[in-house]
T-cell receptor
Framework: DTAVSQTPKYLVTQMGNDKSIKCEQN?????MYWYKQDSKKFLKIMFS???????INETVPNRFSPKSPDKAHLNLHINSLELGDSAVYFC???????????????FGEGSRLTVL | AQKITQTQPGMFVQEKEAVTLDCTYD???????LFWYKQPSSGEMIFLIY??????QNATEGRYSLNFQKARKSANLVISASQLGDSAMYFC????????????FGIGTKLQVIP
């Protein structure tokens, strides 16, 4: 039973299209994240939600819109895709105990987005 | 602000030898955690080891150990008895204890194990 699952695993699309990536975790964690890994393998945080509330919003174009319908799900919608959006997008989750250390991130398998 | 630096873009090690992957960090916080992740060519991110800033002993997990030198702000990963399956990207990361506990990653080190 996969702890953090993302769909789709691969996504190939044309510039200007809109696409979504879905993420679900069955670990009972409170906090979920989206990370972007570029072609040089650099991992950069994009967003984080804690119990459906947006808590981290890094400098990301507003074409990217995360949505968390409940604490087990975090989706990423991207409008008007550009060539530079091509990357691997990782969903992750962790505990988030107020006042206590949250522990490691549990990652999904990644979703490779290719914009043509 | 928190920052992680990995200065070795690529490393080679002979099979069965030990290898050290360097990581230094920068934070003014006293309470934080340090992690190492492995990313093989298949792409998944695998958690290896964790060290808390207040932990007095260096963390160990099987063949992995973390050489934590707090005064020097370094958290090097030591892999003993390297295996071919250890060939991968290795990322050092840090999480501060306060606030929203964002996890910041270094740029990674590509390790290749030679038979």
């Amino acid at each position: 039973d996969t702890a953090v699952s993302q769909t789709p695993k691969y996504l190939v699309t044309q510039m200007g299209n809109d696409k979504s990536i879905k993420c679900e975790q069955n670990l009972g964690h409170d906090t979920m994240y989206w990370y972007k890994q570029d072609s040089k393998k650099f991992l950069k945080i994009m967003f984080s939600y804690n119990n459906k509330e947006l808590i981290i919003n890094e400098t990301v174009p507003n074409r990217f819109s995360p949505k968390s319908p409940d604490k087990a799900h975090l989706n990423l919608h991207i409008n008007s895709l550009e060539l530079g959006d091509s990357a691997v997008y990782f969903c992750a989750s962790s505990l988030n105990l107020l006042g206590r250390f949250a522990g490691e991130l549990f990652f999904g398998e990644g979703s490779r987005l290719t914009v043509l | 602000a928190q920052k992680i630096t990995q200065t070795q873009p690529g490393m080679f090690v002979q099979e069965k030898e030990a290898v050290t992957l360097d990581c230094t960090y920068d934070t003014s916080d006293q309470s934080y955690g340090l992690f190492w992740y492995k990313q093989p060519s298949s792409g998944e991110m695998i958690f290896l080891i964790y060290q808390g800033s207040y932990d007095e002993q260096n963390a160990t997990e099987g063949r992995y150990s973390l050489n934590f030198q707090k005064a020097r702000k370094s958290a090097n990963l030591v892999i003993s008895a390297s295996q071919l399956g250890d060939s991968a990207m290795y990322f050092c990361a840090m999480r501060l204890s306060g606030g929203y506990q964002k996890v910041t990653f270094g740029i990674g080190t590509k390790l290749q194990v030679i038979p």
